[in-house]
């Protein structure tokens, strides 16, 4: 079942690729491809129980000698997340192309990058995960290059360039941490079983350091998150909602699954650094956001404050503080519920502001206003998306940093209270954000401005919808993760 | 003595030969014909290399040896050159007289091979003269080129210079250990500094051949310079031969003093010296040139771990399976787009010429390592292997030089892609350079994703004496 989701998209890219297929016509195959492929996870989540390890698993060898093999499953991390993908790739594909040239190859890059990272959530073999991480940077850099608009080539080379850095890194820490095994296995469920640097000092440290900088690059963390903004910026909205809403969390993916599971000692000695930098990374990604006068620059860094939130709790559910595994518990959950918010408001927010650049050009904030009585539509769903984003009870966001900062205040008090400041700014710039662009008086030059249309609406509110879901019964949403039972099988 | 141990090289020879006679004949616009005789001889000489796949011997006196590397070495030699010589004869149309590139291009794939199989040091001096001898004329066969006449001129200047480095260093392990038989010099003491300088003295004579600092100069040049089809045959074949025979090298004295931290630095210096001066170049098959002297530096790294990790010599083979194939497709594409080489030509190419924009896409990607395409099966045995072996600062530094060499590549790759296309487009050459374009990609990507096979049977390989 899973391969058939990874490897669907995969092959439709490849018939558009290659086939000459009308522009009409590419997008209905992408369209009915990913949500095939969502079918596909639908199915999966129906027959999934809740904290009984991983599931659905398939296997077939690919490179014995080396202890590779095609491995797929899900637990109550990778299911989540893969659910979330899925659904936002259905969003992102259907929604209009900002630039119409070249609709094939378009809607051929997209599914290549769904089947990228719907792989990369899947997949239970470290070499396999890797794989897939890069070729998620691959599509993203044609998506950026081709379709973006600005300096996108440049933004492109840049998102590449650090990000495969960040890859190669981790690629390197991979090859360190599965020779500790022996014989060789890339499983991750041997690697997690094994705890293969468990005792080690040195070498794991550099291990852990080579892991933590490769996820940082993509989560993105203070100080290598400065690719993150060009690229946001420059590339099309659909694409933006991606970046954000999906490959940003294969680094915290990649954080919970391989640092915190596979190194458990290792990661809890070095918990307290991670929580400071995802602490940096809150305070600095909020203030940076509330100076920009780019408005999609300013959603792009609101991404390196919300993925802070995520990494300081996953650093506060790794800290192996005993006495507080309930603390721990629900800051593990919060961060998954966290990274799956995130990427439903994010992913939201960049497709409404990709409506705004196909409509007028334009993110500078000054250029806006007043546009509440012509753009009722538009109004709503950024308020809801932002207001969701800043953390308003009753949606999701809320409960996901609600979870984070119980358990960090369980574990590090001061370091959350700090964090708390983060909370008030984003706050403040959404607010500023939202007054600046629908109240006041309207330039004159905004006196055509359409409404969301229909389509886009009915995308956003597929998205929109969850998040209150979420926000008001989460249940369903906490019942799939249970972190207790991650925190069990990888953490004790 | 056995003399069918060595028929796949005989076959090269006869094919050399029978392309030589083949070409008295033939008039000029018929001279391409030579091809056949070529493809035939390198087709028995695989036939005949398979057959004796499961051979470990020393033969010949103990001269030659028949293992896995040189099993090895004569597939991809044998293959790569077949590809190279498919670009010939549409490329030489208008050439004078081609018929013995045929002839020169076999002698030189069986130099080196014979590089690869040397279990002598005798052998293997006459293996590189005759590598390098074949080598200068390839490079300089535009006679009325100036570009390509400078890049036979420096190829053979410096190969000058390092022949005879490899001579002298010959003499003085050869004095020192009183043979030149491997089998002999297995384990021997070198400890000697005379010993140890002409052990010094034959890696740089072997980095010459294969690009690697400090005899790396002449490769930026024969690639512009040379026809491309030689360009893409010196960029590739003698360097198979030169890393497996250095190989065999460290394999024979895994204990000599400096010898791998020697190897080591040269592998630093090669692929940091190619990435940067790769980085600006405005034309592609110079670009292409520097980056294959950085790639050079990326099989030192397995050279350098020798012995040390089980997958050393897997991650070799298959790295340079993986180069060779990506760098003949990247040559391919510039064949099939009659030899364009400023950047600025390649704008636009995706939706000018959209198969051969994917070709060479594909193969920089290959050379960078992007998975699952066969480069990556390369990079990650090394790193893999570098590792192990306890050199894990050699595989940082290969990671760094990645991410540099990745921004050329991009250089390349984002106009092509991105950039609209200016003017008409470019005309092409033939259907054979673009079969043999569309055929290394297809490779590439295919041989990236069905790896395991045939790491198993690299794994596998025993390493004489």
Same mark, same amino acid.
């Given at each position: 079942?899973?391969?058939?989701?990874?490897?669907?998209?995969?092959?439709?890219?490849?018939?558009?690729?290659?086939?000459?297929?009308?522009?009409?016509?590419?997008?209905?195959?992408?369209?009915?491809?990913?949500?095939?492929?969502?079918?596909?996870?639908?199915?999966?989540?129906?027959?999934?129980?809740?904290?009984?390890?991983?599931?659905?698993?398939?296997? /077939?060898?690919?490179?014995?000698?080396?202890?590779?093999?095609?491995?797929?499953?899900?637990?109550?991390?990778?299911?989540?997340?893969?659910?979330?993908?899925?659904?936002?790739?259905?969003?992102?594909?259907?929604? *209009?192309?900002?630039?119409?040239?070249?609709?094939?190859?378009?809607?051929?890059? $997209?599914?290549?990058?769904?089947?990228?990272?719907?792989?990369? #959530?899947?997949?239970?073999?470290?070499?396999?995960?890797?794989?897939?991480?890069?070729?998620?940077?691959?599509?993203?850099?044609?998506?950026?290059?081709?379709?973006?608009?600005?300096?996108?080539?440049?933004?492109?080379?840049?998102?590449?360039?650090?990000?495969?850095?960040?890859?190669?890194?981790?690629?390197?820490?991979?090859?360190?941490?599965?020779?500790?095994?022996? *014989?060789?296995?890339?499983?991750?469920?041997?690697?997690?079983?094994?705890? *293969?640097?468990?005792?080690?000092?040195?070498?794991?440290?550099?291990?852990?350091?080579?892991?933590?900088?490769? #996820?940082?690059?993509?989560? *993105?963390?203070?100080?290598?998150?400065?690719?993150?903004?060009?690229?946001?910026?420059?590339?099309?909205?659909?694409?933006?909602?991606?970046?954000?809403?999906?490959?940003?969390?294969?680094?915290?993916?990649?954080?919970?699954?391989?640092?915190?599971?596979?190194?458990?000692?290792?990661?809890?000695?070095?918990?307290?650094?991670?929580?400071?930098?995802?602490?940096?990374?809150?305070?600095?990604?909020?203030?940076?956001?509330?100076?920009?006068?780019?408005?999609?620059?300013?959603?792009?860094?609101?991404?390196?404050?919300?993925?802070?939130?995520?990494?300081?709790?996953?650093?506060?559910?790794?800290?192996?503080?005993?006495?507080?595994?309930? /603390?721990?518990?629900?800051?593990?959950?919060?961060?998954?519920?966290?990274?799956?918010?995130?990427?439903?408001?994010?992913?939201?927010?960049?497709?409404?502001?990709?409506?705004?650049?196909?409509?007028?050009?334009?993110?500078?904030?000054?250029?806006?206003?007043?546009?509440?009585?012509?753009?009722?539509?538009?109004?709503?769903?950024?308020?809801?998306?932002? $207001?969701?984003?800043?953390?308003?009870?009753?949606?999701?966001?809320?409960?996901?940093?609600?979870?984070?900062? %119980?358990?960090?205040?369980?574990?590090?008090?001061?370091?959350?209270?700090?964090?708390?400041?983060?909370?008030?700014?984003?706050?403040?710039?959404?607010?500023?954000?939202?007054?600046?662009?629908?109240?006041?008086?309207?330039?004159?030059?905004?006196?055509? #401005?359409?409404?969301?249309?229909?389509?886009?609406?009915?995308?956003?509110?597929?998205?929109?919808?969850?998040?209150?879901? %979420?926000?008001?019964?989460? /249940?369903?949403?906490?019942?799939?993760?249970?972190?207790?039972?991650?925190?069990?099988?990888?953490?004790? | 003595?056995?003399?069918?141990?060595?028929? @796949?090289?005989?076959?090269?020879?006869?094919?050399?030969?029978?392309?030589?006679?083949?070409?008295? =004949?033939?008039?000029?616009?018929?001279?391409?014909?030579?091809?056949? @005789?070529?493809?035939?001889?390198?087709?028995?000489?695989?036939?005949?290399?398979?057959?004796?796949?499961?051979?470990?011997?020393?033969?010949?006196?103990?001269?030659?040896?028949?293992?896995?590397?040189?099993?090895?070495?004569?597939?991809?030699?044998?293959?790569?050159?077949?590809?190279?010589?498919?670009?010939?004869?549409?490329?030489?149309?208008?050439?004078?007289?081609?018929?013995?590139?045929?002839?020169?291009?076999?002698?030189?794939?069986?130099?080196?091979?014979?590089?690869?199989?040397?279990?002598?040091?005798?052998?293997?001096?006459?293996? =590189?003269?005759?590598?390098? =001898?074949?080598?200068?004329?390839?490079?300089?066969?535009?006679?009325?080129?100036?570009?390509? =006449?400078?890049?036979?001129?420096?190829?053979?200047?410096?190969?000058?210079?390092?022949?005879?480095?490899?001579?002298?260093?010959?003499?003085?392990?050869?004095?020192?250990?009183?043979?030149?038989?491997?089998?002999?010099?297995?384990?021997?003491?070198?400890?000697?500094?005379?010993?140890?300088?002409?052990?010094?003295?034959?890696?740089?004579?072997?980095?010459?051949?294969?690009?690697?600092? @400090?005899?790396?100069?002449?490769?930026?040049?024969?690639?512009?310079?040379?026809?491309?089809?030689?360009?893409?045959?010196?960029?590739?074949?003698?360097?198979?031969?030169?890393?497996?025979?250095?190989?065999? &090298?460290?394999?024979?004295?895994?204990?000599?003093?400096?010898?791998?931290?020697?190897?080591?630095?040269?592998?630093?210096?090669?692929?940091?010296?190619?990435?940067?001066?790769?980085?600006?170049?405005?034309?592609?098959?110079?670009?292409?040139?520097?980056?294959?002297?950085?790639?050079?530096?990326?099989?030192?790294?397995?050279?350098?771990?020798?012995?040390?990790?089980?997958?050393?010599?897997?991650?070799?083979?298959?790295?340079?399976?993986?180069?060779?194939?990506?760098?003949?497709?990247?040559?391919?594409?510039?064949?099939?787009?009659?030899?364009?080489?400023?950047?600025?030509?390649?704008?636009?190419?995706?939706?000018?010429?959209?198969?051969?924009?994917?070709?060479?896409?594909?193969?920089?990607?290959?050379?960078?390592?992007?998975?699952?395409?066969?480069?990556?099966?390369?990079?990650?045995?090394?790193?893999?292997?570098?590792?192990?072996?306890?050199?894990?600062? &050699?595989?940082?530094?290969?990671?760094?030089?990645?991410?540099?060499?990745?921004?050329?590549?991009?250089?390349?790759?984002?106009?092509?892609?991105?950039?609209?296309?200016?003017?008409?487009?470019?005309?092409?050459?033939?259907?054979?350079?673009?079969?043999?374009?569309?055929?290394?990609?297809?490779?590439?990507?295919? &041989?990236?994703?069905?790896?395991?096979?045939?790491?198993?049977?690299?794994?596998?390989?025993?390493?004489?004496?």
């Amino acid at each position: 079942m899973l391969t058939f989701a990874i490897l669907l998209p995969f092959a439709a890219a490849a018939l558009l690729a290659f086939a000459p297929v009308s522009a009409g016509a590419s997008r209905a195959i992408a369209i009915a491809t990913a949500g095939l492929s969502l079918l596909v996870l639908v199915v999966v989540w129906a027959g999934f129980t809740p904290g009984a390890g991983f599931q659905a698993v398939q296997e /077939a060898p690919w490179i014995p000698a080396l202890g590779v093999a095609w491995r797929v499953g899900v637990d109550g991390i990778s299911l989540p997340l893969a659910l979330m993908s899925g659904l936002l790739f259905v969003a992102s594909i259907a929604w *209009p192309m900002e630039r119409d040239v070249n609709a094939r190859q378009y809607y051929a890059w $997209f599914l290549f990058l769904e089947g990228a990272s719907l792989g990369l #959530f899947l997949t239970l073999d470290l070499l396999l995960f890797y794989v897939f991480f890069d070729l998620s940077l691959v599509g993203m850099y044609f998506l950026i290059g081709r379709w973006g608009h600005g300096n996108a080539q440049r933004a492109a080379l840049k998102f590449f360039l650090y990000t495969l850095a960040g890859s190669l890194l981790i690629l390197l820490a991979i090859i360190a941490l599965v020779l500790m095994t022996d *014989p060789l296995t890339f499983d991750m469920r041997d690697l997690i079983a094994a705890q *293969p640097v468990a005792g080690m000092d040195l070498r794991a440290g550099l291990i852990l350091l080579g892991f933590v900088i490769g #996820f940082a690059i993509k989560t *993105p963390l203070f100080p290598v998150h400065t690719w993150l903004p060009p690229a946001h910026v420059d590339a099309p909205g659909p694409a933006s909602a991606i970046l954000a809403g999906v490959l940003l969390k294969m680094g915290t993916y990649g954080l919970v699954r391989i640092a915190m599971q596979m190194m458990r000692e290792t990661f809890a000695a070095w918990a307290l650094a991670i929580g400071i930098l995802a602490l940096i990374s809150i305070i600095w990604g909020s203030i940076v956001a509330f100076a920009q006068e780019n408005f999609k620059r300013r959603i792009a860094y609101t991404s390196v404050n919300h993925m802070g939130y995520a990494v300081l709790g996953i650093a506060v559910a790794g800290s192996a503080v005993t006495g507080h595994e309930a /603390a721990r518990d629900l800051a593990l959950t919060g961060a998954m519920v966290e990274m799956v918010a995130h990427g439903l408001i994010t992913g939201a927010l960049f497709l409404i502001a990709g409506a705004f650049w196909a409509r007028t050009q334009e993110y500078e904030l000054g250029h806006y206003g007043g546009l509440a009585s012509g753009a009722p539509r538009m109004m709503a769903a950024m308020g809801l998306a932002s $207001f969701a984003s800043l953390g308003l009870p009753g949606l999701a966001g809320f409960v996901a940093e609600v979870q984070i900062f %119980i358990g960090a205040f369980a574990i590090w008090p001061w370091l959350a209270a700090l964090a708390l400041l983060g909370l008030i700014v984003t706050a403040a710039l959404f607010l500023g954000m939202l007054q600046r662009i629908f109240f006041g008086d309207r330039p004159p030059a905004l006196d055509g #401005f359409t409404d969301l249309t229909r389509t886009e609406i009915g995308i956003l509110a597929a998205l929109l919808v969850l998040v209150v879901l %979420i926000g008001v019964w989460p /249940a369903w949403l906490l019942d799939m993760i249970g972190a207790g039972s991650a925190l069990a099988f990888g953490g004790g | 003595m056995p003399v069918a141990d060595l028929g @796949p090289e005989i076959a090269l020879i006869a094919g050399a030969i029978a392309a030589l006679l083949l070409a008295m =004949v033939l008039p000029q616009q018929r001279l391409g014909w030579c091809l056949a @005789p070529a493809l035939v001889a390198l087709a028995v000489a695989a036939f005949w290399a398979l057959a004796q796949a499961d051979a470990v011997r020393l033969t010949f006196s103990g001269t030659w040896a028949l293992d896995g590397v040189t099993l090895w070495a004569r597939g991809m030699i044998v293959a790569g050159t077949a590809l190279c010589l498919i670009l010939a004869p549409r490329w030489f149309a208008q050439d004078r007289r081609h018929g013995e590139f045929y002839t020169m291009t076999l002698f030189s794939a069986l130099g080196a091979v014979a590089m690869a199989g040397a279990a002598d040091l005798m052998q293997l001096v006459m293996a =590189v003269l005759l590598s390098s =001898v074949t080598g200068y004329v390839l490079a300089a066969w535009h006679r009325d080129w100036a570009l390509s =006449v400078e890049a036979g001129m420096k190829y053979f200047l410096i190969g000058a210079l390092a022949n005879a480095l490899l001579v002298i260093g010959v003499i003085l392990l050869m004095g020192m250990a009183g043979t030149s038989d491997y089998a002999a010099l297995k384990g021997a003491d070198v400890s000697s500094p005379l010993a140890l300088t002409g052990l010094a003295l034959i890696v740089s004579g072997l980095a010459f051949k294969l690009g690697a600092v @400090p005899g790396h100069a002449w490769m930026p040049d024969v690639a512009e310079g040379a026809p491309v089809p030689a360009a893409a045959f010196l960029t590739v074949v003698p360097k198979i031969g030169a890393a497996l025979a250095l190989y065999r &090298l460290v394999h024979l004295f895994p204990d000599a003093e400096m010898l791998r931290p020697l190897i080591a630095a040269l592998s630093v210096l090669t692929m940091t010296l190619g990435n940067l001066a790769a980085l600006w170049q405005t034309d592609v098959r110079r670009l292409i040139g520097w980056s294959s002297v950085s790639q050079s530096g990326y099989a030192l790294m397995a050279v350098t771990v020798a012995d040390l990790s089980p997958d050393a010599l897997p991650s070799l083979l298959w790295f340079l399976a993986a180069y060779a194939l990506a760098n003949v497709t990247a040559f391919a594409v510039i064949a099939h787009l009659r030899g364009r080489t400023a950047l600025a030509d390649y704008a636009g190419l995706a939706r000018a010429r959209p198969g051969m924009a994917a070709a060479l896409i594909v193969a920089f990607l290959s050379l960078v390592g992007i998975p699952p395409l066969i480069g990556f099966m390369g990079k990650l045995g090394l790193f893999i292997a570098t590792i192990d072996g306890g050199y894990a600062w &050699l595989a940082l530094a290969a990671v760094l030089n990645t991410v540099v060499s990745l921004f050329y590549y991009a250089r390349v790759i984002a106009p092509m892609y991105f950039a609209a296309p200016q003017g008409a487009a470019p005309t092409i050459l033939g259907w054979q350079s673009g079969a043999a374009a569309v055929l290394g990609t297809a490779a590439l990507i295919g &041989l990236g994703i069905v790896s395991g096979p045939f790491l198993d049977s690299a794994i596998a390989v025993i390493v004489l004496p």
